[in-house]
C-alpha cells in the first residue's frame, strides 16, 4: 500500500514564498512519475507540476512555469514543490500524486495518478 503525505501549507501573502513537501511510503517510489496537483474552493482540479521517476523531466502548468520547482529526493522517498512568487490566485488545497511508472510522455490528468495524499491548504491573501 502506497501513502503519501503532504506538509508545508499555511497563510502567506501575496509574493511570499512556501515551500511543500510529500513524504511516500514504498519501495518503488523512485520508479514513478509524481505529480503535484491543486483544488481551489468551487473548482476542479488541476494539474501544478511534475515530475520523471529519475527527476530528470519536469513539467508545470503555463501559469506556475517559471516561480514554482518540483523536485525528488529518491533516497528519502519525497517530492517537493518550491512556491515563489505567490499570488491569490495559487490559493488552494494542494495535492501529491503518484503516477505511471517509467519515463514516457509528460502526464497532465489526474486521471493518470492513482495514489494521493490527503491535501495541503495554502492560502495567499492579496
Known amino acids: 500500500q502506497v501513502q503519501l503525505v503532504e506538509s508545508g501549507g499555511g497563510l502567506v501573502q501575496a509574493g511570499d514564498s512556501l515551500r511543500l513537501s510529500c513524504a511516500a511510503s514504498?519501495?518503488?517510489?523512485?520508479?514513478?512519475?509524481m505529480g503535484w496537483f491543486r483544488q481551489a474552493s468551487g473548482k476542479d482540479r488541476e494539474f501544478v507540476a511534475g515530475?520523471?521517476?529519475?527527476?530528470?523531466?519536469?513539467w508545470y502548468r503555463d501559469s506556475v512555469r517559471g516561480r514554482f520547482t518540483i523536485s525528488r529526493d529518491n533516497v528519502k522517498n519525497t517530492v517537493d514543490l518550491q512556491m515563489n512568487s505567490l499570488n491569490y490566485e495559487d490559493t488552494a488545497v494542494y495535492y501529491c500524486?503518484?503516477?505511471?511508472?517509467?519515463?514516457?510522455?509528460?502526464?497532465?490528468?489526474?486521471?493518470?495518478?492513482?495514489?494521493w495524499g490527503q491535501g495541503t491548504q495554502v492560502t495567499v491573501s492579496s
Open positions: 500524486a503518484r503516477g505511471p511508472p517509467g519515463s514516457g510522455r509528460y502526464y497532465y490528468n489526474a486521471q493518470e495518478y492513482d495514489y
Open positions: 514504498g519501495r518503488t517510489f523512485s520508479s514513478y512519475v
Open positions: 515530475i520523471m521517476w529519475d527527476g530528470r523531466r519536469t
